[in-house]
T-cell receptor
Framework: AQTVTQSQPEMSVQEAETVTLSCTYDTSENNYYLFWYKQPPSRQMILVIRQEAYKQQNATENRFSVNFQKAAKSFSLKISDSQLGDTAMYFC????????????FGTGTRLKVLA | SAVISQKPSRDICQRGTSLTIQCQVD?????MFWYRQQPGQSLTLIAT?????????ESGFVIDKFPISRPNLTFSTLTVSNMSPEDSSIYLCSVVSGSKTDTQYFGPGTRLTVL
């Protein structure tokens, strides 16, 4: 069975600094998708970034980028130039390439950006 | 991405009663899902809402407790029946639409408190 692990329950970072959130997963699949979602206090789940496992290149979206290490089954999120609005829960999620479109979520990392 | 709304945004209910949550999308979508997020926890998939047929429930969730309807490609409801305080959670719907069939987009959630 697939599992997703986020080992950092809470993190903090100073405004304008860089922070990396870790995520590891376990699967026997070769093709799959990985995601990072952000959930601010408003509770809306917002897609931050997605990565297709068959692509070698790490995904980037403005200040957000990932370090995808397929062999190590690692998918970390780097937030550059952190802003106060980045304060939120961050969830890592896994989805098989072929199947029922179901996600498996990690337990989340609570990130606080300090002024 | 699709615009998703949920009603109500929050509610406080008495033990033993039922609440129906609506999820409305501004365009036709392929898949719709319902999740539960208990306080301080990650997201757990309740069921896949199937258009025109019975929902597909995950282990630990049953139709008698969480009846789901999906009469068309833009609307679904989740009912939480015979509520107890343990049902206090955020309930979220999500959709898969458009060309990115690997990506789920979430509604704003319904915060339910059962007294």
């Amino acid at each position: 069975a697939q599992t997703v692990t986020q080992s950092q329950p809470e993190m903090s970072v100073q405004e304008a600094e860089t922070v990396t959130l870790s995520c590891t997963y376990d699967t026997s699949e070769n093709n799959y998708y990985l995601f990072w979602y952000k959930q601010p206090p408003s509770r809306q789940m917002i897609l931050v970034i997605r990565q297709e496992a068959y692509k070698q290149q790490n995904a980037t979206e403005n200040r957000f980028s990932v370090n995808f290490q397929k062999a190590a089954k690692s998918f970390s999120l780097k937030i550059s130039d952190s802003q106060l609005g980045d304060t939120a829960m961050y969830f890592c999620a896994f989805m098989k390439h072929v199947g029922t479109y179901k996600y498996i979520f990690g337990t989340g990392t609570r990130l606080k950006v300090l002024a | 991405s699709a615009v998703i709304s949920q009603k109500p945004s929050r509610d406080i209910c008495q033990r033993g009663t039922s609440l129906t949550i609506q999820c409305q999308v501004d365009s036709q979508v392929t898949m719709m899902f319902w999740y539960r997020q208990q306080p301080g926890q990650s997201l757990t998939l309740i069921a896949t809402a199937n258009q025109g047929s019975e929902a597909t429930y995950e282990s630990g969730f049953v139709i008698d407790k969480f009846p789901i309807s999906r009469p068309n490609l833009t609307f679904s409801t989740l009912t939480v029946s015979n509520m107890s305080p343990e049902d206090s959670s955020i309930y979220l719907c999500s959709v898969v639409s458009g060309s990115k069939t690997d990506t789920q987009y979430f509604g704003p959630g319904t915060r339910l408190t059962v007294l």
